[in-house]
């Protein structure tokens, strides 16, 4: 605000005629020798003040006026100065407006990065957990995949040759010469197969001996402790056998054996002539 009330007292001198200059330094003359004039008593003895002053006043109007001169070609440069600085300010002003909207875009794009890197980790973590899944899953399929593979074979004799019987009441068959046992679910040490799975299972035997004039061969299968069916057979010489196949649906837990007839002979040897086989056909 004082920099242009200047500026304008500046122009406003400029403005002015020498002429008006000279008038307004007459009038200033006149003024202060009429406030001195109650102290001379003879104005007349006073040098004539047109003709002393004229001189200095055109040398003082003279510099006044290369000053005034001097001091608008500094305005103008000022004034251009100040403009340059102005543009220079508006320049820097749009220069940091837009670095201000990068910083904003850059802010935005770093919080897509963010979020992408947030949804990323949640996929990560969700792939990871339906891994797992379906590990577990693979697992339990092959747990119960070895589970419903259930098979097995088994002669009478586990060495050697024998007849044996006959016996006055039917007695447990253990097989103990075993060739096949997929899931364990034979036990050679008492003839017991026990289902391990509710299911379809499909059984055979076979039961050989000598002929015999009073005496036949036979055995019957027996499920959790009743009787299912029987495989007999009866001649007088030669060697004669016999045979039988069932298919029961068993629960868990279910026990299917053997046992010789009563009064019947049945005999083995390393020829594996008696024989005792189950599997699983399919599950329940």
């Known amino acids: 605000m004082e920099m242009t009330m200047f500026f304008r007292a500046l122009l406003l001198i400029s403005s002015l005629s ?24 003879d104005t007349e003895n006073l040098p004539d003040p047109q003709q002393t002053i004229p001189q200095d006043i055109n040398a003082v109007l003279r510099e006044v006026i290369a000053s005034v001169a001097g001091l608008k070609v500094e305005t103008k440069y000022l004034q251009r100065d100040h403009e340059a600085n102005t543009k220079e300010l508006e320049l820097q002003k749009d220069e940091l407006d837009k670095l201000k909207q990068l910083y904003q875009v850059q802010t935005q794009e770093m919080d897509k990065v963010k979020q992408l890197h947030q949804a990323q980790i949640e996929d990560l973590i969700n792939i990871k957990s339906r891994a ?15 589970v419903k593979r259930v098979a097995f074979s088994a002669s009478l004799l586990a060495s050697g040759s024998a007849t044996l019987g006959p016996f006055n009441t039917r007695v ?83 026990v299917v054996f053997l046992r010789q007839w009563s009064n019947t002979r049945i005999f ?7 024989t005792f086989s189950g599997h699983l056909i399919f599950t329940m």
């Open 172 to 254: 447990p068959l253990v097989f103990r010469h075993v060739t096949t046992n997929i899931a364990n679910a034979y036990n050679p040490n008492t003839g017991f197969f026990t289902a391990p799975l509710r299911g379809v299972y499909h059984f055979e035997f076979y039961i050989g001996a000598h002929g015999h004039p009073s005496q036949a061969s036979g055995a019957g299968l027996v499920k959790n402790g009743e009787h299912v069916l029987i495989a007999y057979e009866s001649q007088v010489n030669g060697f004669g056998s016999s045979g039988k196949g069932v298919t029961l649906l068993l629960e868990p837990g279910d």
């Open 268 to 274: 083995d040897d390393s020829n594996r002539h008696t």
């Open 132 to 146: 797992n899944i379906t590990e577990n899953q693979v697992e339990a399929l092959k747990k119960e995949g070895e």
């Open 18 to 41: 020498i002429s008006q200059l000279q008038a307004l330094m007459d009038n200033e003359i006149i003024s202060h020798s009429r406030k001195n004039g109650s102290q001379v008593e």
